[in-house]
């Protein structure tokens, strides 16, 4: 059978518009792939981090950890630490690991809350190795040790790697603006992109990589955008980079203020930081003074006000324009999963790719695999926000009263009432859900009866020696700051 050349346009060139290119490069073969970009009006400049998947992505990429990680000045991550979230002086680390040992008829946590029932046990965290490490400051890259891991990344130095990786392999990039997206007049698909300079780029298939713009499958293709905000009610954000004061931290800081939060993002040459927050509850001024206040060490850059609205595509691939980024859905940063649902929907695409023609079987399924991720993952966020004990402040308080998505609230009344988490197949952040549900102060109120199999004295002995383990574990490792020094020079 022919396979015929499929011409493919992406326009974008942020971090979104380059994952694809460097993806459809090295992956697909009768593949003619052209990106467009321009300079003048540059990217959004954030998304520093990342969550352990993207390993995944750069090992079938064949991309270097140690060399990507010298090009974007990057640090390695365990975790986020949610400070003033539970309540104002709590704290809770959400770890990328497993905490403790599973039955085959629950997990761990069903142990643990009997355990704390009697007394034996207070930090959830104390049983993951990753919660550990991060608190004593410590990382080593020892897969067989389990060690799960993402990075903290300088997001424009991660999109010039990428571009650098796609030039060698070919890729044609075109420095330009696009000043409008034709469409076929019989069926409405669009045929080229016209640029500033009167060059048009024809196509089969267009990726729409524009940001926030949306400029083929929003304002062209006028797909649906549907609003989230309220549920998610923050709308913008302040970002600045500041100098390092100590050495980086393995884990992201999440500090949350009486509206919104802040970001601190630890690299290898300075501190990514950020707030963000509720135009309805704080206005950009206060904003920019909260954040001032919190952050160490000198500002290198002035702040940057960018302003979004929470909410997705209803289609997100749409005739023949496939929107991968943040012109397909905006999720506020919390757990840092934009760069993840990047890299979902771009090996989405290759494994659905339409070298033949587009299939409308392959577009329906596409649209709605990435719906699903999207809303679990939106789910996991708006969590945050309403099991909390806080109510300090009118942002705080609104979210008592908001009415919860049907799966969220099914799934906050299992939790409390058995202690159970059931994720669907293949949902991101199995035990995720456990550790910032607890953090945040959600206690089941039972535990399966499989726990009472063990007498008080074994239960207090198999707790002891998980902790134990843990903790000789994550004190074997070496420094953040030492491994990355050894790594990124050796490797
Ligand atoms: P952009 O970076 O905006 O790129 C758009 C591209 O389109 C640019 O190259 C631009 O030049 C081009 N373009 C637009 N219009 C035209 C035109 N007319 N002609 C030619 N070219 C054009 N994600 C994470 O995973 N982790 C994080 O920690 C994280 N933090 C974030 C913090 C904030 C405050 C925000 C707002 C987002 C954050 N994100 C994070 C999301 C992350 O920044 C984005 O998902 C990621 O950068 C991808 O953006 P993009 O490529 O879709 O858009």
Known sequence: MKINTTKVVIAGGGTAGWMTAVAMCKLIKNIDVTLVESEEIGTIGVGEATIPTLQFFHEILDINEADFLRETQGTFKLGIKFENWKQIEHSYIHAFGKTGKD?????????????QKLGLTNEFGDFCVEQVAASLGKFARVKNNGINYAYHIDASKYTLYLRKICEQRGLKRIEGKIQSVELNKDNGKVRALKLSSGKELPGDLFIDCTGQRGLLIGQALKTEYKDWSNWLPNDRAIALQSTSVEPPKPYTRSIAHSCGWQWRIPLQNRVGNGIVYSSKYMSDNDAEKLLFKHIDGQPLTSPKLIEFKTG?????????????????????????????????SI?????????????????????????????????????????????????WRYFKGIKL??????????????????????????????????????????YHPIVDNMSDAELKQFINMMKDRELKRANSLPSHQSFIDEYCKTA
């Open 312 to 344: 997705s595509r209803r289609l997100h691939w749409n005739k023949n324009c496939v929107a991968i980024g943040l012109s397909s859905a905006f999720l506020e940063p919390l757990e840092s999963t934009s760069i993840h649902l990047i890299q979902r």
């Open 405 to 446: 998505p049907k799966n969220l609230h099914h799934r906050l009344r299992l939790f409390e009432e058995s202690g159970h988490i059931c994720l669907k197949n293949g949902e991101l952040f199995e035990d995720s859900w456990m550790q910032v549900l607890i953090g945040q102060g959600l206690i089941p109120k039972y």
């Open 103 to 115: 039955c085959w008829a629950c997990d761990f946590q069903h142990f643990w809350v009997k355990a």
């Open 347 to 395: 090996i989405r695409l290759l494994k659905l790719f339409p070298s033949n023609g587009i299939l409308q079987s392959h577009v329906d399924e596409f649209n709605q695999q990435t719906a699903v991720d999207i809303e679990a993952i939106r789910d996991f966020i708006i969590m945050h926000y309403v099991v909390t004990e806080r109510d300090d402040s009118a942002y």
